[in-house]
């Protein structure tokens, strides 16, 4: 039974496409291959100095929270501390590097499996030693990740394309990978001579993500058509053919077999 611990640096993946990060998602995706959650932190910033001067914001942070500790997390809170430069400046921080950091090594002696959710590079020396101690570790982010730190972990998982990690705020009952829903996912083949091709998204979370192959029966991918003219003006052929490319598109029962086609194809994530 692989014993896991997951760290997530809340604020660099809050300012960088996780902003509304669902923490029961999270957990459910770290424990996916039935692993043993002995460590669930996540580093929150706080500001007392607004908290003082702004009640909803106060309500509204202790309210969240709240709900992450009711998902089983430990909450490690990071003040939100102000500079101020020499032409009079105000900058605001609250840094969980090191926190993070002196946790994931101090746990590592217990852990086989460290998830760490950041796309911070000064993490990279980190990953580095952890692997040294005999841990595995994988990498979530969404945009902004360090390509450094991508190549170290022994995993690197897009989160846009885990199930239900980030909500669609247009489609509050969107029930991921039925006919109707919203997904996303990239593209797998495209034929520029047809104005055609397929994309791939992840139907469910499972133990079998490295099954990328469709046809495989035990994989929890599935393939979807895609007409060039669903695409939006964004969405050209050639940035859909990038493997990092990621689009979000709904799911519509075929007319033609029973499979499903893609409408609607809109970019969410693109190369830099």
């Keep these: 039974m692989l014993k896991i611990g997951v ?72 003040h939100v501390k102000r500079y101020t430069d020499e032409e009079g400046n105000i900058t605001t921080k609250a840094n969980a590097d090191l926190d993070l950091a002196v946790d994931a090594m101090l746990q590592a002696e217990n852990l086989d499996l460290i998830l760490l959710v950041t796309g911070d590079g000064d993490f990279l020396q980190v990953v580095t030693a952890l692997q040294n101690r005999g841990c595995r570790v994988e990498l979530l982010g969404f945009k902004n990740v360090s390509k450094q730190l991508q190549r170290q972990a022994d995993a690197f998982y897009r989160g846009y394309l885990i199930p239900d990690l980030l909500p669609f705020s247009y489609e509050p009952r969107n029930e991921w990978g039925k006919p109707g829903s919203c997904v996303r996912g990239v593209c797998t083949k495209w034929f520029q001579d047809k104005g055609y091709g397929f994309l791939r998204f992840i139907r469910d979370i499972s133990p079998n993500l490295w099954i990328t192959d469709p046809r495989d029966p035990h994989s929890p ?30 799911l519509k029962e075929s007319d033609v077999d029973e499979g499903l086609i893609a409408t609607n194809v809109r970019l969410v994530y693109a190369p830099s």
């Excluded at 599935?222 to 990038?242: G, K, Q, R, Y």
């Design 7 to 78: 760290f997530v640096d809340a604020e660099n993946v809050k300012f960088n496409g996780g902003y509304q990060l669902r923490y029961d998602i999270l957990r459910r995706f770290a424990a996916r291959d039935n692993g043993t959650l002995l460590r669930l932190n996540t580093y929150l910033a706080f500001d007392q100095e607004r908290a003082r001067e702004d009640g909803e914001y106060a309500k509204k942070s202790y309210i969240y929270q709240q709900m992450v500790r009711d998902y089983g997390w430990k909450i490690i809170v990071k």
């Design 221 to 250: 991918y599935e393939s979807v058509f895609c007409h060039i003219n669903e695409l939006a003006d964004e969405v050209t052929p050639d940035l859909l053919m990038h493997r990092e490319t990621i689009v979000e598109f709904y």
